[in-house]
């Protein structure tokens, strides 16, 4: 059984940074890409980084020059550095991987709150 734990969330002023971690179990996350989503009142999830098993990253563009995705596949773990945070990064945060070449995202974690004090 594949279980994503995410860790990391709190709070924080508006400027403040956090380290998100997504550790992974029952599936390696070599061949996988990996990936960081949120989800605000109101709002639907959406994307905000994922980075594959070749290191190439990707970003929405709210995030671009404050987030940075990372993993470690030795550790089956990967991370999400926020820097420079906003009120507008307040969110429960949801990490999530795909089931190798050509799935889409399939297993996802349980969420972590980000909230951004301003």
């Known amino acids: 059984q594949v279980q994503l734990v995410e860790s990391g969330g709190g709070l924080v002023q508006a400027g403040g940074s956090l380290r998100l971690a997504c550790a992974a179990s029952?599936?390696?996350?070599?061949?996988?890409?990996t990936g960081w989503f949120r989800q605000s009142p109101r709002k639907e999830r959406e994307f905000v980084a994922s980075?594959?098993?070749?290191?190439?990253?990707t970003y929405t563009d709210s995030v671009k020059g404050r987030f940075t995705i990372s993993r470690d596949d030795a550790k089956n773990t990967f991370y999400l550095q926020m820097n420079s945070l906003e009120s507008e990064d307040t969110a429960v945060y949801y990490c999530?991987?795909?089931?190798?070449?050509?799935?889409?995202?399939?297993?996802w974690g349980q969420g972590t709150q980000v909230t951004v004090s301003s």
């Open positions: 999530s991987i795909n089931n190798g070449p050509g799935t889409s995202w399939t297993y």
């Open positions: 980075i594959r098993w070749a290191g190439v990253t």
């Open positions: 029952g599936r390696t996350l070599r061949n996988t890409f």
